[in-house]
């Protein structure tokens, strides 16, 4: 499958998904809790539900292309379904286009994240979220505000820090590292304020270090991560911590 037809695949999806947010009245509701409105509608902040596989073949899209691309998936019998179903959906995008997809629980009986499956295009450890749109913000701070996830990215753009970019995960790849030097000569890493974060945080910071990036360590309150902690304690707040 070529760039373009890939490309155009990812793009059906993100829109079917984006129009079924808006119709999904609960979804929409707790998104916009999370995210300001105008943010989730400007990253294309969506939700997969049982019609996207019918409405990508009213478009010309086979099964094949689909599964190849982990948009739906087989089960025992041999029917597709898809793969991110009942998820809050965000594009992944690059300056190339919408190169694959995280799905979010709604559901707390569902994994929290699961992602696009490697492919030409996407692989996660090579991507920082949203570095395409944070790029210019970072270049013009010298400095990159470095969070865990998806979701804390786009609190922090809602709450107006757009030199923001997430790990999608809490590993930090080499390929990663190289990305953020080239626009900023310092990072401060945000991860979420309990044991797994901190130990995180370190590990990120040292292998920073090793690659000549200034880099310090904001340390929130136990039980807080970046989002939480702008709707208790404000935007102004954290500001201040990442001024420190």
């Not at 119709?23 to 998104?31: G, L």
């Not at 310090?216 to 939480?228: A, E, V």
């Amino acid at each position: 499958m070529n760039l373009e037809r890939t490309l155009a695949i990812n793009k059906k999806f993100s829109l079917f998904c984006k129009e079924a947010l808006a119709r999904t009245s609960d979804v929409r509701d707790y998104v916009y809790s999370r995210i300001d409105e105008k943010v989730a509608t400007a990253f294309n902040i969506g939700f997969c539900d049982a019609e996207v596989i019918d409405f990508l073949q009213e478009n010309n899209f086979t099964e094949e292309e689909l599964d190849r691309l982990g948009l739906i998936a087989s089960d025992a019998e041999g029917d597709y379904y898809p793969v991110f179903l009942n998820r809050i959906i965000v594009p992944i995008f690059t300056t190339y286009g919408i190169v694959g997809f995280s799905g979010r629980c709604y559901y707390k009986s569902q994994q929290k994240y699961i992602n696009t499956k490697k492919t030409l295009l996407y692989n996660k450890s090579d991507l920082l979220y949203p570095m395409a749109f944070s790029k210019k913000y970072i270049a013009q701070k010298q400095s990159c505000v470095l969070v865990e996830g998806y979701f804390d990215a786009l609190a922090l753009i809602s709450a107006g820090i757009r030199n923001v970019v997430a790990l999608c995960g809490t590993a930090l790849s080499i390929s990663q590292v190289n990305q953020i030097k080239r626009w900023a000569p310092a990072v401060r890493i945000l991860l979420d304020g309990d044991d797994a974060g901190k130990v995180a945080a370190r590990k990120i910071h040292k292998l920073l270090l090793n690659n000549s990036i200034d880099s310090s360590i904001i340390t929130l309150p136990d039980g807080f991560d970046p989002d939480t902690f702008i709707k208790q304690h404000g935007s102004e707040e954290l500001n201040l911590l990442l001024e420190e």
